[in-house]
């Protein structure tokens, strides 16, 4: 049995890949169960259940959807989704919504700051999916406003306005009530890398969260995934693997990586296509 990587992003949110460039590289890689969680969105997925059934590849649907702990900003990893399930949908629709209006703001404010870019302008900019990332940032690199991820988010710092989802206690009973498994992504990209305390992943578990990615480029120290690994354990969660890959956007994270194979992990309830 190949690898297993349950935490892909693709063109659909902040990828580089499409759906079949996507299926040909985690073939070279040997994967054999997969999952692509992106933002908020679920176009690719049908794409991808017919490309995973004609490579016979074990793939099952997801997403990844932002939810606030107070001001941090977590992201669930949802499984085994319905691409009809209207509540789900729903959800989706209000953070899209929710990224485009600060989209719309931050552009706004920094056109304030410089005269290479006009609001209008932005509106008509017909973003290169390709590129990865989304298209507020590439609007400001390509207008030469901003050089990179790291000087976009400093605008934001400037502009003293978050990106602020629905928060925590609101978000995750009713992901709970859909049914589906709900992953904590990668535990170390929270609060400055610091462990989780087991009182508040008691918190989140008792709100619906049913697994962590125990395994995740994000974690330095192995004793840091084990500390999850055990949590897991007493409590019965899910483990999952992912890579967090982007393709070319991030160049540092690649598929597989974490390298771990499907009897590694403790997934049950994940009912891949």
Request: charged content about 25%.
């Amino acid at each position: 049995m190949g690898y297993i990587d349950l935490h892909i992003h693709t063109t659909a949110s902040d990828g580089t890949h499409e759906p079949d460039e996507l299926i040909s590289e985690i073939l070279t890689k040997g994967i054999t169960h997969f999952s692509v969680t992106d933002h908020d969105s679920i176009d690719h997925i049908k794409t991808l259940i017919r490309l995973a059934k004609e490579n016979n590849l074990e793939f099952i649907p997801g997403c990844e959807i932002s939810v606030m702990y107070e001001n941090q900003e977590l992201h669930i990893l949802t499984y085994g989704i319905d691409l009809k399930d209207q509540a789900l949908q729903a959800i989706l629709a209000e953070n899209i919504l929710i990224r485009e209006v600060h989209n719309n703001a931050l552009i706004q404010y920094a056109c304030t700051k410089t005269s290479l870019i006009t609001f209008e302008d932005y509106q008509i900019y017909e973003d290169d999916r390709a590129r990865g990332g989304w298209k507020s940032i590439n609007y400001l690199v390509e207008r030469g406003v901003i050089k990179d991820l790291g000087e976009f988010f400093d605008l934001i710092k400037d502009f003293g306005t978050p990106l602020t989802f629905k928060p925590h206690y609101e978000m995750l009973p009713r992901l709970k009530a859909l049914g589906y498994p709900l992953v904590l992504a990668h535990p170390p990209a929270y609060f400055k890398g610091a462990r989780l305390s087991e009182a508040w992943l008691d918190e989140l578990r008792m709100l619906g969260i049913t697994g962590i990615e125990c395994y995740s480029p994000y974690f330095k120290h192995p004793e840091d995934s084990d500390y999850y690994i055990d949590y897991c354990m007493k409590h019965h969660m899910q483990i999952t693997c992912g890579s967090d890959y982007h393709g070319r956007f991030i160049k540092t994270r690649h598929l597989a990586t974490p390298s771990k194979r499907p009897e590694d992990l403790m997934i049950k309830g994940f009912d891949f296509l």
